[in-house]
């Protein structure tokens, strides 16, 4: 059974900061990995999606890295701003030999804070 | 153009009832997903349908929670004589296709068993 830890649960930093937020899994056979923030209260927005057979994603000033062999992906978020206070939550997609699909699996998330 | 919705965004039900969660994919998605969300468990997903197919039903909690759709396109999610368990934030997703696309989620209905 796949599980994703992502450490750590918890970060403060001040604004303008660089920081990596990182996420691990058991089962390197996954099919990709998505990232996704969620505001209190809200749904999840997708940030980026690395499938399986890529390294790394960029969206503005983030950046996705993803290392299949040792199961382990980072979200990269540059130049820090308030507005990125959220729990960000990474998630894998298993793959199978017959192809389709299953649902994500997602870890517990990271509950960033951005301050002022 | 129009997201994944999900109705009622809150419903209260006293335990024992039933109630019925709606999910409006973006169209043109074939692959629809619903999870759970609560406080314990984090996020975790239930059912998956492939046009008006759910390939593998096992993720669903009990018997008392079962799941349909109809046309491929909306999706109900009926759980059955309510538990205070039930209590959760229930998610849907959709995606263009099954295999390895990226899900875009609706914002949630906060189901609260009292």
């Known amino acids: 059974k796949q599980e994703v830890t992502q450490i750590p649960a918890a970060l403060s930093v001040p604004e303008g900061e660089n920081l990596v937020l990182n996420c691990s899994f058991t089962?390197?056979?996954?099919?990709?990995l998505q990232w996704f923030r969620q505001d209190p209260g809200k749904g999840l927005t997708s940030l980026l999606l690395i499938q399986s057979s890529q390294r790394e994603q960029t969206s503005g000033r983030l950046n996705a890295s993803l290392d299949k062999s040792s199961g382990r992906s980072t979200l990269y978020i540059a130049a820090s701003q308030p507005g990125d206070s959220a729990t960000y939550l990474c998630?894998?997609?298993?793959?199978?030999?017959?192809?389709?699909?299953?649902?994500?699996?997602f870890g517990k998330g990271t509950h960033l804070i951005i301050q002022p | 153009g129009a997201g994944v919705s999900q109705s009622p965004s809150n419903k209260v039900t006293e335990k024992g009832k039933d109630v019925e969660l709606r999910c409006d994919p973006i169209?043109?998605?074939?692959?629809l997903y619903w999870y759970r969300q609560s406080l314990g468990q984090g996020l975790e997903f239930l059912i998956y349908?492939?046009?008006?197919?759910?390939?593998?039903k096992s993720g669903l909690p009990s018997d008392r929670f079962s799941a349909e759709r109809t046309g491929g396109s909306v999706s109900t999610l009926t759980i059955q004589r309510t538990q205070q368990e039930d209590s959760a934030v229930y998610l849907c997703a959709s995606s263009s296709r099954a295999s390895g696309s990226e899900q875009y989620f609706g914002p949630g209905t906060r189901l609260t068993v009292t």
């Open positions: 169209s043109g998605h074939t692959a």
């Open positions: 998630a894998s997609l298993r793959g199978y030999s017959g192809g389709g699909a299953d649902g994500l699996t």
């Open positions: 089962d390197s056979a996954i099919y990709n």
């Open positions: 349908f492939q046009g008006n197919s759910a390939p593998d």
